[in-house]
């Protein structure tokens, strides 16, 4: 085996093991990835609850408000395991 095969095999095993960890439950998985996404929604909210704050629709913003909080604990969670 070259060095390419065993760094493809080790990327193949890696990728599996988090797969079947992410189905087995229990643990939250969070990727670089899926961080990065979740300050792109952040993003995104904040924007339509300054948008909905400005036109009074408070029904929206409490909406908006929930999704906020959950995505600044999944960005918190993420920071908190890199720290470890």
Known sequence: ??????????TTVA???????????????????????????????????????EREEYEKCAIMQTEIKRLQDMINDFDSNIEE
């Open 1 to 10: 085996m070259t060095k390419n095969d065993i760094q493809k095999l080790g």
């Open 15 to 53: 990728s599996e093991l988090i797969r079947i960890g992410r189905e087995a439950g229990g643990i939250k998985w969070i990727t670089e990835d899926d961080a990065d996404h979740a300050v792109g929604e952040l993003a995104r909210c904040i924007t339509l609850l300054n948008l909905y704050q």
